[in-house]
């Protein structure tokens, strides 16, 4: 009900008011008149619109590298395993200061703490040489057996057994040991125990008594378990000078550093920026060439209504490389501090971005004065 007072009301006011909105119209098309004839002047008016892209490359050098530099220290305590890793540290940003990379170049990405069990050899044990003798003699009573045995107790030897052969009889095996801090001396003193142990023998009237073999060894040294901590500290160096990359390597490798062959290349978001910034005006230009092109000769190419300008392609392909790199580089990465460095500081090749640039223009038509 209220929509069709409204409408009613709305009918007649154009009724009674004709000659004010005929004015209104008027004035809004002489404003419109007036701002084209601004752009184009009188000769020109808007009669449509055109649409088209069009796509260029840019090559972009790589401007900024980062990779991680990891140091181990180890100490008895743990204050001592963190001074250590302190002080290496401060050397590192000393020299890094020298080629005017500052604090914000860097950030420390893991730092931990560890304790682990160490066997070492014994410093207080001595190395220690062991003598050995293989006796063999012939046994042919019983008596004579039980007399050796206590002979032999006497030098702690009880280790006397027959010799297992069909073509020997009644004989028998024991063993002579000696051991020393110097070898010649365990040499001596288990010939001095053989030649004590044969006279007593003979008194026994066991007098076929033979070496039948002689050895001497260093004795494995006695091994102690220490606990030794740990600190590992993981350093991000960003940095925009890829001239000083090997420096930087070789100066972390000095202090026993380890470099994590995971270097990434990127263009900084300057360096994109001001790709763009070149390119948008020489893309317009080629835009509104080709554009031209396609308008018949009755027409007037205007002034771009709309621009896009699509680089997405920067982000993912060139995203997508680093990672295929690093994937590649983190083959076989399980190497120690000692092991030799094998680090890739090539820098990747000169990349190709796609720009797409897609614009509306206004088409104009002339305008014969009369």
Known sequence: MKKTLLLILLMNMSTIFPSYAQNNALNVSNNYLELQQLKYGKNLIPVGEITSKITDNIILKPDTVEFYVTLETEGET???????????????????NTLNITDDNLVTTDYKNSVRTITKPDSKNNTTYAAILNVVLTIDNNDS?????????????????????????????????????????????????????????????????????????????????????????????????????????????ELKMQVNNNISYSVSPEAIQAALNEHETLLLNKLSAKVERLLDKQYVLGAPITLSLDSRDFDTSYSSFNNAKSQKRYL???????????????????????????????????????
């Open 78 to 96: 743990p204050t001592e395993a963190s001074n250590l890793n302190v002080e290496t540290m401060k050397k590192l940003k000393t020299y890094l």
């Open 332 to 370: 076989g990465m399980d190497r120690s501090v000692d092991d030799a460095m094998d680090v890739d500081i090539n820098t990747p090749p000169e990349y190709e971005v796609t720009l797409t640039l897609s614009g509306t223009f206004e088409t104009l038509k002339k305008v014969e004065q009369k």
């Open 145 to 253: 057996f039980i007399n050796l045995n206590k002979i032999l107790d006497k030098y702690g030897i009880n280790n006397i057994y027959q010799i297992d052969d069909k073509n020997l009889t009644n004989y028998y095996e024991f063993s002579i040991a000696t051991t020393s801090n110097r070898e010649s001396r365990a040499k001596d003193d288990l010939y001095k125990d053989f030649n004590n142990i044969a006279n007593e023998l003979k008194k026994i009237g066991l007098t076929n008594v033979s070496i039948k073999k002689y050895m001497v060894r260093e004795m494995e040294a006695k091994e102690i378990e220490e606990k030794h901590y740990f600190v590992n500290n993981t350093l991000k160096i960003k940095i925009n000078k890829l001239d000083l990359i090997g420096k930087i390597i070789a100066k972390a490798q």
